[in-house]
Nanobody, 120 residues
Framework: QVRLVESGGGLVQAGGSLRLSCAAS????????MGWFRQAPGKEREFVAR????????YYADSVKGRFSISRDNAKNTVYLQMNSLKPEDTAVYYC?????????????WGQGTQVIVSS
């Protein structure tokens, strides 16, 4: 089982940048494809980005494509989400999640989330 802890959230003005981190413990992160999701107040949780276990493949929601970048450092057991050109509609709690390679269960492990607030 892997434990995930997000950090890096905060308050930023529109147009600014933040970098979120997701640190894993308990099992090597290289066993997992990783994703970032977000949930805004009153809305359902939505997919933001995904990165394959090796980092070779990355995928993004249309709403963040060209502004956000997902990356990973398996040696540090950490996944990152670089967020540029932030907009007020990016305000949400951001979660990282782990999807065990070869599993059919999807994202089984989730962090507690980190709050991002983008002011206009």
């Amino acid at each position: 089982q892997v434990r995930l802890v997000e950090s890096g959230g905060g308050l930023v003005q529109a147009g600014g940048s933040l970098r979120l981190s997701c640190a894993a413990s308990g099992r090597a992160l290289s066993n997992y494809h990783m994703g970032w999701f977000r949930q805004a107040p009153g809305k359902e949780r939505e997919f933001v980005a995904r990165i394959t276990w090796s980092g070779a493949g990355t995928y993004y929601a249309d709403s963040v494509k060209g502004r956000f970048s997902i990356s990973r450092d398996n040696a540090k057991n950490t996944v990152y989400l670089q967020m540029n050109s932030l907009k007020p509609e990016d305000t949400a709690v951001y979660y990282c999640a782990a999807d065990l390679v070869g599993s059919q269960m999807g994202y089984e492990y989730w962090g507690q989330g980190t709050q991002v607030i983008v002011s206009s």
